[in-house]
């Protein structure tokens, strides 16, 4: 049965460090277009960012420079209602968020691999993959990549989810992720 849209808010979830390369900024840079899109067909919009993360020996937030630009981009978009930048969580925790979700976002411009899309498999919900993260090579579905710089990309593959979904599908012919982690 493929995943679909239950009640009337799609809750995304995204998460990782808080650096350039996970692409965080450009999700967020689509958040209008994709409110829009979404709102057109009936929907309303949140999307949580599993981003910040603390200093054990200081308490002082990592990466505070890129938390302030994704909190200013936020700002300057008007989207505050519709995306919160929040605490990294546990796995355990982080899988109860994408069970718990309409599904997981992974903007990366760059990942040697991404183990997200597991943790979304493991609670049957969809992963929308950028073409950049190197699990995206292990998905078949490729309905569900995009890409994050594309202007339309991932409004294209929410829409073929929205009208005409089908299962998340990934196959790995290669080395497991547990062996290679």
Not at 98 to 123: E, R
Request: glycine content about 6%; aromatic content about 10%; hydrophobic content about 35%.
């Amino acid at each position: 049965e493929p995943d679909t849209v239950e009640g009337d808010i799609v809750e995304f979830v995204a998460g990782g460090r808080p650096v350039d390369e996970k692409g965080f900024i450009e999700l967020v840079q689509q958040v209008p277009e994709l409110k829009s899109f979404l709102e057109e067909k009936g929907f309303d919009l949140h999307l949580k960012i599993f981003c910040k993360e603390y200093d054990r020996s200081t308490g002082e937030m990592k990466k505070q420079d890129y938390v302030k630009e994704l909190n200013e981009t936020i700002e300057k978009l008007g989207v505050k209602d519709e995306v919160s930048v929040v605490d990294k969580v546990s796995v355990d925790v982080l899988k109860k968020e994408i069970k718990d979700s309409d599904g997981l976002i992974v903007p990366s411009l760059y990942d040697p691999y991404c183990l997200m899309p597991h943790y979304a498999m493991m609670v049957d919900k969809i992963s929308f993959v950028s073409e950049h993260a190197g699990i995206s090579e292990y998905i078949r579905s490729e309905d569900y990549l995009f890409d994050p710089k594309g202007e339309k990309s991932l409004i294209e593959a929410m829409e073929k989810w929205i009208e005409d979904p089908e299962k998340f599908r990934f196959k790995n012919d290669s080395t497991s992720y547990e062996k290679v982690y």
